[in-house]
């Protein structure tokens, strides 16, 4: 056999690196099962396995979710009976009913109207627009998916800025170096006729070619700037996304995990619910999208002023043309239909009844019944669950009493056929598998024995703690999915919080809210990739956005939690709700430290 080019060789190990790590990665954590006490050491070993499968995607991620149903009952974890439920638990409910909601706004086009409608009132001058375009994808993302978000909102977005700049091949022709002779060519057939008027006077030969480098360089500048704007606006769109997202418990699936885990760790706690979150995160969200919409602005020229002032006749004709897409596009809907007025109708009921179920601060209306009975699942369920009878036409009792009247089906607002292919049902098992981890977790004793570990870390003061968690998540949620990220470490830090005896939402809340901060690379989120995938951005523009991002959204989440956070769920005090857990931690962590030290 002849011997094997290095180059192609390491092109083959790329190639099946999925099957070598499905492979290799139970054989290589293999030791942790000798140097961990028993119990311990095997949970650590099934919670490590899906890092691993989860963050490489050596599986699909729904698949690697699974696998607590087949672990933890044949490694003498958990018995089947109490993994399985948690593939189900009311929170998963939640989430559903929220998913099903939004199928129903997508399926009536309700929210095309609002992204265009929110773009005509703040208008077609590209600083503003970039702000438009950022409170409408961050509205919609708190309850759409932020996938469905960004790939709605883009194509919006490409077709305004070819009515502001024109054609984008043009404008990239215009960017290239004058110096290349055939650049020159290219560019003189995109001068302005004036210009082109003012270049062509015979008698002054010198001073022509001088006017005419001046003017391509001023073409050039131009061009340049306005490229600069068309990634400022791709760029928004999908950090918009992620940051609303933030701001509903059903707005990004790590929300719910933190519900489901203190359910979990904390039966007790019954501080965060629908409305409590969103008092909390709504203002965190708003001061995150401002102050990333100053950043991206200034970084891709929103801010100059003659972005917001029209010095020249061209530009005030490019916006009026873009004012005119918008406004023909909004024409093109027509009158609100009766559909979509039943599903604002409903979404707004739905999200007034999650708001006031318990909002904490004054008495819900869950008081009317037993204590405890009534979740913000029962609601979202309730109100779903008319979706799928309510019509979608106007009913007339006239047609009962006109024999003349043709029978016309009878189509509700939702069909379950529609909500079936809209609902990403591995996102619901991805779920399912976090609130199995963190049930293998804690019956193990696997998170006591993580935190008799971190013990040195109580000397770190709470709030410097705080910064480094959420610049921990934020950093590892760009190189994996924030929904494993937060499965993964929420056991972890509520464990950290216990043993060093600082309310365990103090630390939950900034990891929870930081995992959806994931701006720096492509791959970090869908609607990052979405946006790259249009071809007009670079890896370094979003590096170099997403990098002043990232540390903008850690010190938004620490100013939260350490001024209406801390007095919202009394961060400032150790709480009854954690005491139980915390005295029986300790009688397992006498039982672990008997074992070898790992």
Request: aromatic share 12%; with cysteine.
């Amino acid at each position: 056999y002849a011997t094997m080019d290095p180059a192609k060789f390491s092109r083959k190990l790329w190639g099946a690196r999925k099957q070598l790590i499905l492979m290799l990665a139970p054989l290589l954590l293999l030791p942790l099962l000798f140097v961990v006490p028993p119990k311990e050491g095997k949970c650590l070993y099934v919670v490590l396995l899906m890092a691993v499968y989860w963050c490489t995607e050596a599986l699909p991620l729904a698949v690697t979710a699974m696998l607590p149903v087949c672990l933890f009952p044949t490694m003498g974890i958990l018995p089947s009976k109490k993994v399985c439920p948690q593939y189900f638990l009311e929170t998963n409910f939640l989430f559903l009913s929220g998913l099903v909601m939004a199928s129903a706004i997508e399926e009536c086009g309700l929210h095309r109207r609002i992204a265009l409608k929110v773009l005509k009132i703040v208008g077609v001058k590209p600083a503003w627009l970039i702000l438009g375009m950022m409170i409408t994808s961050s509205f919609l993302s708190m309850w759409l998916s932020n996938t469905a978000t960004t790939a709605m909102m883009l194509p919006i977005a490409n077709a305004i800025l070819e009515s502001l700049f024109g054609n984008l091949e043009t404008l990239k022709e215009n960017c290239k170096d004058k110096s290349d002779p055939e650049g020159d060519s290219r560019v003189k057939m995109h001068v302005l006729p004036c210009e082109k008027q003012v270049l062509t006077t015979e008698n002054t030969p010198d001073w022509t070619d001088r006017s005419e480098q001046k003017n391509l360089e001023e073409v050039r500048r131009e061009a340049e700037y306005q490229m600069k704007v068309w990634k400022g606006f791709l760029i928004s769109i999908p950090y918009a996304a992620s940051i609303g997202g933030t701001a509903t418990l059903t707005g990004t699936a790590p929300n719910l995990i933190l519900v489901g885990q203190l359910k979990s760790y904390f039966p007790e706690c019954d501080l965060i619910n629908f409305g409590s979150w969103f008092v909390f995160a709504f203002p965190l969200m708003l001061i995150f999208l401002i102050l990333g919409w100053i950043w991206i602005a200034f970084l891709y020229g929103g801010l100059n002023t003659r972005l917001c002032i029209s010095k020249h006749d061209e530009r005030a004709a490019a916006e009026a043309k873009a004012k005119a897409v918008i406004d023909e596009d909004y024409k093109k809907l027509g009158p609100i239909k009766f559909a979509e007025g039943s599903i604002t109708f409903l979404f707004i009921i739905f999200a007034v009844l999650l708001f006031t179920r318990d909002p904490k601060f004054v008495n819900g209306w869950s008081v009317f019944f037993t204590k405890g009975y009534v979740s913000d699942a029962v609601t979202g369920v309730i109100i779903i669950s008319i979706l799928f009878f309510f019509p979608s036409q106007c009913p007339s009792l006239r047609w009962w009493f006109d024999s003349r009247a043709s029978n016309t089906p009878y189509v509700p607002l939702l069909s379950w056929r529609k909500a079936q292919e809209s609902v990403p049902w591995n996102i619901i098992l991805l779920l399912g598998g976090g609130f199995a981890m963190a049930k293998g977790c804690e019956e193990s004793g696997l998170a006591v024995w993580i935190g008799n570990h971190l013990q040195p870390l109580a000397q770190v003061p709470p709030a410097v703690a705080v910064i480094f968690i959420t610049a921990f998540i934020a950093c590892f949620t760009e190189f994996a999915s924030n929904t494993a990220t937060i499965i993964i470490f929420l056991p972890v830090i509520a464990e950290l919080a216990i043993r060093v005896n600082v309310n365990p939402l103090y630390f939950m809340i900034p990891a929870t809210t930081g995992c959806s901060y994931a701006f720096m690379l492509p791959v970090s989120t869908p609607p990052n990739s979405i946006a790259f995938a249009s071809g007009h951005l670079m890896v370094k523009d979003m590096v170099k956005t997403g990098f002043v991002m990232n540390i903008l959204g850690i010190l938004c989440v620490s100013l939260a939690v350490n001024t209406w956070g801390l007095h919202m769920f009394n961060l400032h005090t150790y709480p009854d709700w954690a005491r139980p857990l915390n005295a029986s931690s300790a009688t397992v962590a006498t039982h672990a430290i008997c074992w070898p030290p790992s």
